[in-house]
């Protein structure tokens, strides 16, 4: 994808009122890592959401490229040979804010889960901008620079000198999240921030986001 993709993409929801609030900026729904991580449906949740398993099966100070597991590790080598062997390290975002489209307008068995209304964002770098400076207003603690692209889909464990397979915020498993086709926004808040889920007004143009059933 060009890294200047601004859309469309869509938004699935439930309920037509909903989403012809999420159209006009009445109301948009930001949810959270942690509550996607309840949710008890395969597709609708994920339970390692921000989660991703660095694992060493042997790895040695000798190796070319070990200062970049030292540092990931915080291991400090003060001299001698330093030798890892079967260990694994758990890296998890403890949470986020996080808002997700896809690519395409969802089938009728995806449509069931997510939701039957489909609603049309056209340019989601300007919807991504009017968001974050809304959430500004409601959330101080919001770190300037939010993040917005393609989930990766692969496995989430790597090894050894294997990089990871992308920005922990936006990888998921082929597994059962693929056919989803997702794109998200991710926004980050200051450490100690508590996370929950909430709908936020955000003034939006006319014409930016539009409603798939009224397209017909």
């Known amino acids: 994808m060009s890294l200047t993709f ?17 159209v006009t900026g009445e109301s948009i729904w930001v949810s959270t890592f942690k509550r996607c991580r309840e949710y008890e449906d395969a597709e ?19 190796d070319p490229g070990f200062e970049s597991i030292a540092k990931t590790w915080g291991i400090q080598n003060e001299g001698g040979v330093v030798t890892i062997t079967d260990s694994h390290e758990l890296h998890i975002v403890d ?21 039957e209304h489909a609603v049309r964002v056209h340019d989601i770098e300007e ?10 207003q409601v959330v101080p603690t919001v770190r300037y620079g939010l993040g917005l692209g ?3 889909y692969s496995d989430r464990i790597y090894q050894d000198y294997e990089q ?3 920005d922990i915020h936006f990888v998921k498993p082929v597994v059962p999240f693929k056919a989803q086709r997702e794109y998200r926004i991710v926004i980050l808040c200051e450490k100690g921030h ?22 017909g």
Do not use: W
């Open 127 to 136: 919807f991504a901008r009017r968001l974050e400076f809304a959430m500004r």
């Open 6 to 22: 601004r859309g469309p993409v869509y938004r699935h929801i439930s309920e037509k009122r909903f989403a012809d609030q999420f």
């Open 194 to 215: 508590e996370y929950k889920p909430f709908a936020i007004t955000v003034p939006l143009p006319k014409g930016l986001c539009m409603s798939v059933d009224s397209q």
């Open 95 to 115: 949470d986020a804010y996080v808002v997700c489209f896809s690519f395409e307008v969802f089938g009728e068995d995806l449509k069931k889960k997510f939701g």
């Open 44 to 62: 609708q949740g994920d339970a390692h959401e921000g989660m991703m398993l660095h694992r060493i099966n042997s790895a040695s100070s000798l």
């Open 164 to 166: 990871p397979p992308g």
């Open 150 to 152: 393609p989930v990766t």
